[in-house]
């Protein structure tokens, strides 16, 4: 909150040295002391606001400021007398969020909201008169933010009030880019705070907002919040990064020499380019310290290539590809394949004939400014034909229709309205933004294709309910690149995936899935199926140890009736006996009785340890419980092919396992439930009908 705001002077140590778009000092005070005058005649914009119309005319050169200029008069004449923690007039605030934004180039109305956006909360304004002077856009961003701002971040945060505050952010990206300016600044000024408040806010910082700010993509904002709490929170560290920064600030960095030489590659390609040298963060240089050891001089940045188009982006990969030598192993194309963010950009790292190793980023202009900026660089995700205004929707939660949401977003928005409890939300919730990348996978179902964005370690599992929703429920295999594969299979970037659905609509997800389920919705969506169906929350021996299983929707072998008054009777999963199997009965653990076919050698092992004997045999019910293994050799849609020949026998698939291909030979084991145990032969027979198996055998 703003209100956590102090002294802008303290902790000037710390800010990191490349804000490039930061100002100064002395700005701050010409913003307080110009804030102190008051407001100036109608016709010219006060002096306070100057440099936001400047930053903002350089993104917008058209953009009306007459509405800044309303704004900024109702803002200072609302926060007047105010005064922050530090001294100054309050209004320097609003007016240093506002002027953030506006370099990162948002358009007028997030600037509007932004220079009112702690009017509703800390004035008499209110949402009303917001709405009446600036139009129902800029009431809603401010609704928006009022709300972020009451909320609490800590270890004591309330669940729900979060849930609300993703919603609002879903709803309006642009109340979450204001929020991170918000928070920006005051992480400027957070000297005067008590260090453990500082360690505080620090923390929530890192643990919530930075994670946001990447997903929103305004990497500007996310690496200077970076550098801020890495001061706070790692100071020993933060000042040995300094240390190595400022130590070779002293010395020859040989970047400046390789960028001249790109621009000679490029210009005698005939390729228009602007060729700069960036400086890594200090977070950014700590973190390859620790994955390098000892830094080189071109360790200390990186080369960035702007071109005009995307074709010329390609253009100049190959010129470098040419006259240097690649790094094969950092080539990283991100315009094929743009990150979960937005980000786009084609990674790629050379070594000279000095023994340099430069990394390069090669990007369009357009790419630059939503690489720097994210969603801020969109303008107006929500603007609607110049016919008509667009109305505020009468629920401040209700959907809006956001052509520029991320994934990950619209992914959190899916599964927070089916999340059974806020505490269930809240910890999904840290644990999707604590991943640090996401993975793209292919899907292929035969009728459609199409891409899928998980988190990184994601397995078939969380492909399935991303695709299929709860119809995942129904999963029985997957094939990956090709091949057969278990659901536990984690998948890579740029995997194929094809998942196979049972035609069984009772089936239902084993317990096991949940050790191999990464993403919320299908966490959530596995542990609400298993709730409701306690009775099969726990899978059959068999299905347990599986790679995959799925648990069908009757178990039990409840046609075996044992002599032994009110003992509860279990198929072994060993030998799965069916009627007229001989069968043998054994008391084990608990007063159960486990009951085996004659031949099968866990009888003898029971014998020989002394198990009680118990009489069993099969009541007049035709219903019986069976495994079978099908023998097959591998081949697209095959499992498919099995479950449904299964299907057409009138039996039930209890749970199913596909173990790896061996020399393009699968296994397939199915316990499945029969109306009719004399129904067994053509079941077999029907299996053995599928083209690609050549075997079906019991177990």
């Known amino acids: 909150m703003s209100a956590e705001a102090t002294n802008p002077e303290a902790h000037s140590e710390t800010r990191p040295e490349l804000r490039r778009r930061g100002r100064t000092r002395l700005d701050l005070r010409r913003l307080g002391r110009a804030a102190l005058l008051g407001p100036t005649s109608r016709d010219r914009l006060p002096d306070a606001i100057g440099h936001v119309a400047e930053a903002h005319r350089a993104h917008h050169p058209d953009a009306d400021l007459s509405v800044l200029r309303r704004a900024y008069l109702l803002a200072e004449t609302s926060h007047r007398g105010q005064m922050r923690k530090s001294g100054e007039p309050y209004i320097t605030h609003p007016l240093a969020v506002t002027l953030i934004l506006a370099e990162l180039g948002a358009e007028t109305t997030t600037l509007t909201a932004s220079l009112l956006h702690d009017t509703v909360e800390d004035t008499e304004v209110t949402l009303d008169q917001v709405g009446a002077e600036f139009g129902d856009e800029v009431r809603f961003i401010v609704d928006g933010v009022t709300k972020v701002e009451k909320i609490d971040y800590g270890a004591a945060a309330e669940p729900e009030t979060f849930r609300k505050m993703l919603v609002a952010t879903g709803n309006d990206v642009r109340v979450m880019s204001i929020k991170l300016a918000d928070r920006l600044h005051n992480m400027r000024t957070l000297g005067v705070m008590r260090p453990e408040k500082q360690a505080r806010i620090a923390k929530v910082t890192r643990d919530v907002l930075i994670p946001l700010a990447e997903r929103l993509g305004v990497q500007a904002l996310k690496t200077e919040l970076e550098d801020l709490v890495f001061a706070i929170l790692h100071p020993e560290e933060y000042e040995r990064t300094r240390a190595l920064i400022a130590a070779h600030a002293g010395e020859r960095d040989p970047l400046p020499a390789i960028a001249d030489s790109v621009r000679t590659v490029l210009r005698e390609a005939g390729i228009t380019a602007e060729v700069q040298v960036r400086p890594r963060h200090f977070v950014s240089v700590h973190r390859i310290s620790r994955k390098r050891g000892e830094l080189r001089g071109s360790d200390f940045g990186r080369i960035l290539v702007l071109v005009g188009e995307n074709a010329d982006c390609y253009g100049v990969l190959g010129e470098l590809h040419t006259c240097f030598t690649p790094v094969v192993s950092e080539f990283k194309d991100f315009i094929a394949v743009p990150k979960f963010n937005l980000y786009q950009s084609l990674h790629t790292a050379v070594a000279t004939p000095e023994g340099y190793v430069a990394e390069v980023i090669v990007r369009t202009r357009q790419m630059h400014r939503v690489a720097e900026a994210g969603v801020v660089a969109l303008g107006n995700p929500y603007a609607t034909a110049p016919t008509a205004a667009p109305e505020a929707p009468a629920d401040p939660y209700e959907e809006r229709v956001d052509p520029t949401r991320p994934g990950w977003l619209s992914r959190l928005l899916d599964w927070q309205q089916s999340a059974p409890d806020p505490d269930t939300f809240w910890s999904v919730l840290r644990a999707e933004l604590a991943q640090d ?263």
């Open 437 to 699: 990348r996401e993975i793209t996978v292919f899907r292929e179902d035969g009728s459609a294709s199409g891409t899928i964005s998980l988190p990184a370690g994601a397995s078939c599992i969380d492909a399935a309910y991303a695709q299929h929703g709860e119809a995942a429920h129904g999963c029985i295999g997957a094939r990956v690149n090709g091949r057969l594969t278990s659901l536990s299979s984690p998948l890579s970037d740029g995997d194929t995936v094809q998942l196979l659905l049972a035609q069984d609509a009772s089936s239902g997800p084993a317990a096991e899935w949940l050790d191999h389920a990464r993403t919320p919705a299908a966490r959530i969506a596995i542990s609400r199926w298993l709730d409701a169906h306690p009775d099969r929350a726990t899978a059959p021996t068999t299905a347990a140890r599986a790679p995959l299983s799925v648990v069908g929707a009757r178990g039990g072998g409840g046609n075996a009736v044992a002599d032994l008054p009110d003992a509860t009777v279990r198929l072994a999963g060993c030998c799965t006996p069916v009627p007229p199997d001989a069968v043998a009965g054994f008391l084990v653990r608990g007063g159960a009785v486990t009951v085996h076919r004659v031949h099968c050698s866990a009888v003898a092992r029971m014998r020989a340890v002394g198990r009680t004997s118990v009489a069993v045999h099969w009541r007049a019910t035709a219903d019986c419980r069976v495994t079978l293994f099908a023998e097959s050799f591998g081949r697209p849609h095959l499992l498919a092919d099995l479950t449904e020949a299964i299907a057409r026998e009138g039996v039930e698939v209890v749970s199913a396992t596909v173990e790896p291909p061996v020399e393009q030979r699968v296994r397939h084991t199915y316990t499945l439930l029969l109306p009719d145990a004399a129904g067994l032969p053509a079941l077999m027979r029907a299996m053995r009908d599928v083209p690609g198996v050549y075997d079906v055998s019991r177990a």
